[in-house]
T-cell receptor
């Protein structure tokens, strides 16, 4: 079956703009998590959704938001972009909330200039 | 949240067995120990999970002592393609996966 699909793969935005990233989980998976990866901070947890409800949230400012649709696809939005938001954004899906094995997508490389 | 500590980097040669140890002194009773592997510009990939004693799959073995305050990921006969970052995580019943800095394994020919 198809893996986790993230779009777009690469994105360049200007400071102050907003961006929306998309994640389609593995078919049948209902849990979607988002992570930000930077060289300095490593992999940091943003939030997790299960059945359209946010279950967990990391320590990120309110500029970072997300949602999940009834088909389990998820979007992540970052408003008022800052240079420090440049990162690889990874999405992971799990079959059930709390499953250990998470399947990650290839990520979206966001560059803010 | 329980924290994990692992070496920042390790070097090995092809064909050798590699053991990466992770410390988790404050592991909770219902935490599982999980390891992920990440190649550059790719998302992490689940390798193995355990609760206690020893777990083995086609990729690796995981050794967990009785006190569960540490764990060791063992990769048998590594090859160049095993060069990656390896993360040790504790997965609690909240489901949140918290990644540490990981161990960068460099396999040399």
């Amino acid at each position: 079956k198809a893996g986790v699909t993230q779009t777009p793969r690469y994105l360049i935005k200007t400071r102050g703009q907003q961006v929306t990233l998309s994640c389609s989980p593995i078919s049948g998976h209902r849990s979607v998590s988002w992570y930000q990866q930077t060289p300095g901070q490593g992999l940091q947890f943003l939030f997790e959704y299960f059945s359209e409800t946010q279950r967990n949230k990391g320590n990120f400012p309110g500029r970072f938001s997300g949602r999940q649709f009834s088909n389990s696809r998820s979007e992540m939005n970052v408003s008022t972009l800052e240079l420090g938001d440049s990162a690889l954004y990874l999405c992971a899906s799990r079959g059930r909330e709390g499953d250990t094995e998470a399947f990650f997508g290839q990520g979206t490389r966001l560059t803010v200039v | 949240l329980a924290k994990t500590t692992q070496p920042i980097s390790m070097d090995s040669y092809e064909g050798q067995e590699v053991n990466i140890t992770c410390s988790h002194n404050n592991i909770a009773t219902n935490d599982y120990i999980t390891w992920y592997q990440q190649f550059p510009s790719q998302g992490p990939r689940f390798i193995i999970q355990g609760y206690k004693t020893k777990v083995t799959n086609e990729v690796a073995s995981l050794f967990i002592p009785a006190d569960r305050k540490s764990s060791t990921l063992s990769l048998p006969r590594v090859s160049l393609s095993d060069t990656a970052v390896y993360y040790c995580l504790l997965k609690s019943n909240t489901g949140k996966l918290i990644f540490g800095q990981g161990t960068t394994l460099q396999v040399k020919p």
